[in-house]
């Protein structure tokens, strides 16, 4: 919807603005978001669902919120998301979370783009992976898919554990290579 | 200038970040991992379960089996909860509108009592879909486990701490001071001390300390002495803190307190502290504006020194504005977003001396910038830009910033930290760059901008709002029995860490901490990681030898310490237990290149790594360290020594 549809909407011309959404639309349309942002930034599964609907909690009782637009709620609820996560590390409540930094969204930028939800990163993650090598693919397969030790994986490829860790972290470059350069083609369709 | 993170085009760096982003999604593609669940119907069940309830509950009395509330929904309550609520929301409209008349009547009967907080507005104002009538109001039983919390409103006067008046089980009534100095003033007093102490509670609450016991009147006036600087003078009928600020010469060494405070690290000119001194004790005593007298002396050139603009600039910034603006002289902080580097010489220039030069900075990357004088309103808390005519020149600009601080919330939020300062030795929101700070919690915040509004609503007046701080339950807490006993000589960690957490949170007094040299604090620390004792001075009273056992239980110490003097080290080291936890997961850890670490350490604490000090770190790391983490330990605690050697 653009500011010439919306009489009521008083924004500049050409300046976009999303119809406001109702608690269980907001949710429905971003909680995707910010529950893998979480696990981006090293959260467990179980970890990832308290603290997503905690995020959502404080921000749906806030009662300054106001719903911008998609992308800008999208920023603000991982932007709370990650403060609540500092928080609780801060309290030392939580000691096998590995915590990772995201200092300017960057980590969610780099992957994600302007995708609020994240799909697009997973299915471009889908691609990405038939362009790599057979080998890497069953590498990646075991790992992440089987939880199979580098030893299993380097006797299944038939290479030393060493060139097994290097297989996988060179596929690892390879997708991410791949993922943002499609990530920068969606963004770039966007404008 | 080298940028400590990746450039995240440069194929040939793969982050920590960056790997555990792509691990997240491989597991999620691989469905190893579950995919994002739907949490829908359970948010919007606690939504609604939440704002009939307090916000903090007396549901749990026993801290100890206090679960997350999204927890506690996760194990099937959630449905239960909906399910009565459509029954007992189908009930009341009956009863209601069988009721109408004797329903308003009940009310406002119970309106005029003491109620816990029920949320009718903001949540519903928030929400555009139309609201549930409410249905039952609860009101909190007698005798309560916890304190009660007044409506907001009702004026609550307290002399002593929350636990000795609700302890009776009495209610707590308003009631009005009548001293000759200001009816009107007390109550206003009583109503914002009501709520600030509400606020800390709170918070309290939700980190889960126990605030320290209370301690004597006698005890105040010793601590608001200490801390402030002048000792209540009482005479008949006065309350501890109506007795303190009564005359210029009681209000000078906490307007010296708070000039030190505000120009902390900002070159001044000679003798202007002497003369903002003078100014700033008139202005408390009188009840004037001190908001005013912040913009008239940031518009006077003649009280700074204009050499080191950015320095002059970022001084100001982070003490009037509480600005988190160190990182952003080299890059944009990555702390907080609010901070650019080029809002930072934009600032900066504006207090550039007028003949010099323009203002350069480098960009991460090693560009070369001019600085344009300018005032950055995201600093200021203006979230829409100014709608007054553009200003040109530098002088107009910085004579406009000086006028923004007029009024501003913003400064009004960094002066409630100042006087926090004050009275407690730490910000009461610390900025988010702080490794060592206090948890942040939505109540903090809260606590925070009821102290703000009321200086905001008592027009800037220092002396009304020293006096909410010297009165708030916070100041009125003894140290916690742990500390106060000794005991923590021979407690574990754990322990350790709980009890300095109520220190951290202002539940309980600090300890009057020994300060070291850092030569002591390097031996210090170093005899504790196992490090041979380093060479000290003739005078030297630090412990050469390491004590057996590293949980300090069943320790032996050598014949040449004293068996009943507290031993310094033995303080400080229990205080390094506490804060290595909080400094394991600092922005001191996103920063992979060592050098680069160590680097920002020393920046952290305003400090210039030299060729002495380059040793430090090399010095701090244990042998027992485990390869990969012995230079992120080493940096932690040059940090750490650094900081507390200051």
Redesign the interface.
Known sequence: MTSTDDPANDRPEGIRVDR?K???EL??AH??GV??YL????CD?SLA??I???T???V????R?TQHSDIATAAYLRRTAH?LL??L????GRKKT???????D??WD??AGKDI??DK??DS??EC?QALSARAQLA??MR????ASRLSIAEALDITEHGARNLM?RA??Q???C??EKISEQNADCK | MNSH?PN??D?ST?S???????????????????S?????A???S??AR?RWERPNSASSSDKNSRR????A??RGRSWFAVAAGVLALAASIFLILSRWDNFVIDLTNIAENVLPEVSL???L?????PAPAPTVIAVAPPGPAKPMTPREGVPLVRNKPMDATVASGEPVVASTETTPSGEKLNATHAQTLAKFNAEIESYWDR??VVAAAPISDAELADRIEDRFGARPALSTGETLVQATLVSAAACEPLATRLVNQLFRGVPLAPESQERMIAEATAVIVQGNRFDELISRWVADDSLFNHDRPEQLSEGLATNLLDADAACARCH?S??D?RFGQEDYWSIASLFAPADRPALFYELADGRQRVAEPGIPSRWLGNVTPSQEAPIDSQAGQKEQLAKQLVGNRVLAGALANRIWEIGFGAPLISRASDPI??????TLKQSHAALTDAIVNSNFDMRFVVRLVMASDAMQRGQSELFASGRWRVANEETI?RDSLAHRTFAAAPIKQPRMGRDQLLAMMGSRIGLPPRALGDSDTVLAQPSIGGDHSGSSTPDTVVPDKPRDDEYLWASWVADR??LE?S?L??IKDPEEQKRHAFYAVNMSPGSHEDDFASQLVSPSDDEVVATRNANDRLYWVLRKSL
């Open positions: 406001e109702s608690p269980e949710i429905r909680q995707a529950w893998r696990r981006m930034l090293g599964a669902d308290d997503t609907q905690e959502f909690l404080k749906l009782r806030h009662d919120f403060n500092v928080s590390h801060r309290k030392g590995v915590f990772t930094s995201d200092p300017l960057e980590i780099r992957w939800s994240g990163a997973i993650l889908r992976m990646l397969k992440f898919g089987d939880e972290q690892k470059q997708l991410k290579d993922v943002h | 993170q995240s085009n194929s793969f920590e970040a960056d790997e555990r982003a792509i691990d997240a999604l491989i597991y999620e593609v691989n469905k190893l991992a579950p994002p669940p739907d949490l829908s359970v948010i919007l606690e939504l939440k997350s509330s999204v927890a929904t996760k507005g903001p949540e104002a928030a929400d555009k879909s980190v889960g944009d990555p702390v977003g700070a206090p948890p942040r919690d939505d860490l936890k909080l997961n922005w850890h996103w």
